[in-house]
């Protein structure tokens, strides 16, 4: 049975909390003289008659009295360390599974020339294909019944960081601000594409692309619809 840490002083608790949070961050245990600095204790002797407290109550085991040789066998909780960061990256893990929405993905867009639209309205994508994001990573007024995912393709938004393949997350938007990343329906040409907005004030909307290379669309204003504003981008690495 584990030893229980009653017997243990402050300075010995404040010590063992020490070397398993320093431990925790650096990969490596302390040194003698910034367990001191932590305690505000000056004599390294001092420290020491403290550190074989905790060795003697099986709370860490020492090399000799070679500097940075502390291993912390058990916390006062009584877990090993082990343990303890077992039980904390479980936290997490349950955490962020707790804070996953799923978003239909309903389809692809494209980033370079428009998409043709599908010829009914029958949708063209799987209905139940969904992706899923932490809750955290998502603008925090937006409401998860108003977001749609669709995966880019082409590369006219690659200055903007979005890549063929690339999954946009999107709110859904009829109306648009200049420089709004958006999904637009091309409505003479019942085409779609992602770009950037620009109202020209003269009746004409400018797409512009994020690709150096490629011309921005333009298009009269009553042909352009908007259904979508990017509120996120999911990038996906590609193994070569």
């Known amino acids: 049975m584990a030893r229980k840490s ?28 910034e ?21 003697e109550a099986g709370y860490i085991e020492r090399g000799g009295r070679i500097s940075r040789s502390i291993r912390v066998l058990r916390t006062l909780d009584g877990q090993t360390p082990f343990k303890q960061a077992f ?25 370079s020339y428009p998409i043709p639209m599908p010829e009914s309205d029958v949708p063209y994508f799987d209905s139940l294909s969904t992706v899923e994001v932490a809750q955290s990573l998502l603008p925090n007024k937006e ?8 995966e880019v393709e082409g590369e006219s938004m690659i200055d903007a960081m979005i890549n063929d393949g690339d999954i946009v997350i999107l709110k859904r938007a009829e109306v648009a601000q200049n420089g709004d990343m958006v999904a637009v329906w091309l409505t003479r040409d019942n085409e779609t594409t992602l770009k950037y907005y620009y109202n020209e004030r003269n009746g004409y909307v400018r797409l512009q692309p994020a690709n150096r290379t490629m011309q921005p669309i333009i298009r009269p204003e009553k042909e352009v619809q908007v259904r979508g504003k990017v509120v996120l981008v999911l990038r996906q690495f590609k193994s070569h």
Do not use: C, M, W
């Not at 402050?10 to 245990?29: A, D, N, T």
């Not at 936290?91 to 867009?109: D, F, N, Y």
């Open 6 to 33: 009653e017997g243990l002083g402050e300075r010995s608790k404040k010590i063992l909390e020490f070397l398993v949070s320093y431990q925790e961050k650096h990969g490596y245990p302390p040194s003698i003289r």
């Open 87 to 111: 039980e904390s990256a479980k936290t997490t893990v349950e955490r962020v599974a707790h804070e996953l929405i799923s978003i239909p993905l309903i389809g692809r867009i494209g980033a």
């Open 143 to 150: 409401k998860i019944t108003d977001l749609f995912a669709l």
């Open 35 to 55: 367990i001191g600095n932590h305690i505000h204790v000056e004599s390294t002797s001092l420290v020491d008659y403290y550190l074989n407290q905790l060795q």
